[in-house]
């Protein structure tokens, strides 16, 4: 049993800035991969960014060079850092964890609920 809390979603203006947070809670033995996808209104989900637990990255081609995911294993939190944000970038953003609970089950995603981005012209 885990969970995801996603926080730091708004109203921003073109080119302001923006910090996402998710923090996975439950008895969490390991956390693999974290990432952030998005959906718009009429859109497919799409990746956003993504981080293995060794720190390795991996962005859209349409946030690259704006957005910075980051993770603290401390805290078992994910962070997505996005400036310079733009009008396209509005979507709610989900977290997404992939999580190890037990010593004998095996890992698995989890996701969050949401939070709503919102980039105005």
């Known amino acids: 049993q885990a969970q995801l809390v996603e926080s730091g979603g708004g109203l921003v203006q073109t080119g302001g800035s923006l910090r996402l947070s998710c923090a996975a809670s439950?008895?969490?033995?390991?956390?693999?991969?974290m990432g952030w996808y998005r959906q718009a209104p009429g859109k497919q989900r799409e990746l956003v960014a993504s981080?293995?637990?060794?720190?390795?990255?991996n962005y859209a081609d349409s946030v690259k060079g704006r957005f910075t995911i980051s993770r603290d294993n401390a805290k078992n939190t994910v962070y997505l850092q996005m400036n310079n944000l733009e009008p396209e970038d509005t979507a709610v953003y989900y977290c997404?964890?992939?999580?190890?609970?037990?010593?004998?089950?095996?890992?698995?995603?989890?996701w969050g609920r949401g939070t709503q981005v919102t980039v105005s012209s």
């Open positions: 997404n964890a992939n999580l190890k609970l037990s010593r004998i089950w095996g890992a698995r995603d989890y």
């Open positions: 439950g008895s969490i033995l390991s956390i693999n991969d």
């Open positions: 981080i293995t637990s060794g720190g390795s990255t």
